[in-house]
């Protein structure tokens, strides 16, 4: 079977525009960090197959050298997509540098057809494993199966690119013009053009895996102090609860309230008193080890995930957090505040069926009550 490039070349063309189109109509209106850059990117890609199908109709370097810029163009945008992802910025260096580098290789080169496919394919191999290297890095994008389209398409770029410039500089492959033909050259065009269809596939993918993460992070996590709310810290319990009854494990939970917070609220407004709020939220998280939890339960108080943790050692660590409450200064304009708690805790050494977490919360809640009863400022084992 023989492949009709102009025939190709124009399915590219009308495919890509199509991608584009939709790719611009997902992004209208929202704030998906890298889609307009993926956009653009496959609107450079479409321009590079038009102007290989005018070969032969226009000038030589509108017909090579601004196509291969173009692709250079096309990866940086690619590049700064995946970085818009993970929230960070694409340098001015990394911006102009490869696209510099084609567009004078190109041009220099015009005339020498083997030696400027080898700079220009070596180039843009060296783009696409620094757009690999943006996708895998610690930090980078860690989720889902988008990522590993994307990491898979890339990497299939990078060899091919690197291919057709070793290939082309031992002989393997002839330095022909895409418009020519050929089985080797024809299969490298169009294997790289489907690659850049996952990229976009699996970027939109991406997207869309991050947002769900987002929304779940959202569903779980108290907006104010950023520790997990109500639910998540509920259904943590019933997972230590479950974990523990099966091995015969300690268990311990605490409940902190603040003392008299409504008078911070009705003294000093409730911007004062969500100030307190998160500056105790972030006393428990550095006093809590890496296997603790805690959560904000309710209004003033947090709900302390103690697992492998006999009432003794929680009784500690209790203490501890209590101390570093009564410590914690907290500057409100030019007023200075400091805030107490008081501590129900409940627990067992030998967690049974009958621990589950309704009962923990409800021994560690009768404590809590027990120490506000008792003056406030205290823990209470339960």
Sequence with gaps: MTLNVPTMLAMIVITNLVMTIALWVVAYGREIPGLKSLAWGMFANTGI??????QGTISEWLAVSLPNTLGSLVVVLFLRAALQLRGAQLSRVW????LLAVFLASTLLLEHRAARIIVVNAVLACQEGSVLWALLRHGGIGIGRGRHILAASTTLLMLMFAFRSL????GWLPATPVVVGGVLPTVTYLVTYLAVVFIAFGFVLVATELTAEQN???AMEDALTCLPNRRAVLEALARHCSAAQRNARPLTVLLLDIDHF??????HGHPAGDEVLQRIAHTIRQRLRAQDMAGRFGGEEFL???????????????????????TTTIVIGDKVLQV??????????????????????RGADAALYAAKAGGRNRTVMG
């Design 340 to 361: 107490t708690a008081s501590i129900g805790l409940y627990g067992t050494e030998v967690c049974t069926a009958d621990h589950n977490g309704d009962l923990l919360v």
């Design 49 to 54: 197959y038009a102007l290989y199908g005018l």
């Design 167 to 170: 290939a082309v500089a031992l």
């Design 95 to 98: 911006t102009l540098l490869p």
């Design 262 to 267: 409504k008078q911070v609220n009705d003294h």
């Design 216 to 218: 779940r992070r959202l």
């Design 304 to 326: 302390v995930l103690l697992p492998e943790t006999a009432p003794e050692g929680g009784l500690t660590l209790a203490e501890a957090l209590r101390e570093a409450v009564a």
